[in-house]
């Protein structure tokens, strides 16, 4: 079964930019809507962006819409998120997800600190 690998987080001032990559470890991963979600310390995970199997169709919480870009690379097995002009209110754990139909997989995330 697919498993996903979150990578790009780190330390990063307000107004910067970064991107996160999410490696699948099979080819299935293109059959598979991906998305992203974060969670910051003491809240609930929370929905940032989802993507279709083709690319074709993006989905975008309100709070990132405008800053963030969900792509996909279905011939590397990856998903990124380009996240733009960043806040300290971005800072979270940032984790890629994957559903087919009854399967939904999860990474083990990745953290990003936004400073002020």
């Known amino acids: 079964q697919v498993q996903l690998v979150e990578s790009g987080g780190g330390l990063v001032q307000a107004g910067g930019s970064l991107r996160l990559s999410c490696a699948a470890s099979?080819?299935?991963?293109?059959?598979?809507?991906a998305g992203w979600f974060r969670q910051a310390p003491g809240k609930e995970r929370e929905f940032i962006a989802s993507?279709?199997?083709?690319?074709?169709?993006?989905t975008y919480a309100d709070s990132v819409k405008g800053r963030f870009t969900i792509s996909r690379d279905n011939t590397k097995n990856t998903v990124y998120l380009k996240m733009n002009s960043l806040k300290p209110e971005d800072t979270a754990v940032y984790y890629c997800?994957?559903?087919?139909?009854?399967?939904?997989?999860w990474g083990q995330g990745t953290q990003v600190t936004v400073s002020s």
């Open positions: 099979e080819r299935t991963f293109s059959g598979y809507t």
């Open positions: 993507i279709n199997w083709s690319g074709s169709s993006t």
């Open positions: 997800n994957a559903v087919l139909g009854p399967i939904k997989k």
